[in-house]
């Protein structure tokens, strides 16, 4: 499998449920992103990760707990969400490290909806 | 805030029109990027133009960027009905005093484009 992929594509959860959302990445690469896409905002960048260090938590709350085990994987914990929370979750990976062409390739998103 | 803002929020064009976006930011940049997105998905890269050059082609896809007056566009000559998408443009941070870039970008509010048959 090529590219970027993301699991689930749908999720519905409840404000007391907890649920993980997976990004996996094909390319080598070695930075990765979380961002939040809600209608009529711009995409708002979460977390960023390089070579599995987070160097970016764009004050995201705490009910939002990423996870970085290598390059390649990336997870998004969600416990105790609300409803302004759906939205669609886009993770993104790039080269990283020192290179200042970053170009970002998406996966396709988990369009996520708190009951 | 670095942020983009786009221009206009929505086009509505017919096939074989040409197709122009504007894009504003704020502060300095490393470089811009372009990016689109089919309803629902995720973004895909279409064209990077560093903060050194003024224009760029890719095959139906002409952008410029102007850093005096922190403002791109991109054109899409010759429209087809599958260009009908939401663009965006983001801007690229300069690398940090530590002389690495960890890739951070920021969006703007997109532009709708719509191409009839």
């Known amino acids: 499998e090529t590219g970027v992929t993301q699991t689930p594509r749908h999720l519905v959860m409840g404000m007391t449920n907890k649920k993980s959302l997976k990004c996996e990445q094909h390319l080598g690469h070695n930075a990765m992103y979380w961002y939040k896409q809600s209608a009529k905002k711009p995409l708002e960048l979460m977390f960023v990760?390089?070579?599995?260090?987070?160097?970016e938590n764009n004050s995201v709350p705490s009910r939002f707990s990423p996870e970085c085990p290598n390059s390649s994987h990336l997870f998004l914990h969600l416990h105790t969400l609300q409803p302004e929370d759906s939205a669609l979750y886009l993770c993104a990976s790039s080269q990283g490290g020192r290179v200042v062409h970053n170009e970002q390739f998406f996966g396709p998103g988990t369009r996520l909806t708190v009951l | 805030s670095q942020q983009g803002e786009e221009d206009p929020q929505a086009l509505s064009i017919q096939e074989g029109e040409n197709a122009t976006m504007n894009c504003s930011y704020k502060t300095s940049i490393n470089n811009l990027q372009w990016y689109r997105q089919n309803s629902g998905r995720g973004l895909v890269h279409l064209i990077l133009?560093?903060?050194?050059?003024r224009e760029k082609h890719s095959g139906r896809l002409r952008v410029t960027l102007d850093t005096s007056k922190k403002s791109s566009s991109l054109l899409i000559t010759a429209s087809r009905a599958a260009d009908t998408a939401s663009y965006f443009c983001a801007t690229a941070w300069p690398p940090n005093a530590g002389g690495t870039s960890y890739g951070k970008l920021t969006f703007g509010q997109g532009t709708i484009l719509t191409v009839h048959p």
């Open positions: 990760y390089n070579f599995k260090e987070q160097t």
């Open positions: 133009i560093r903060s050194n050059e």
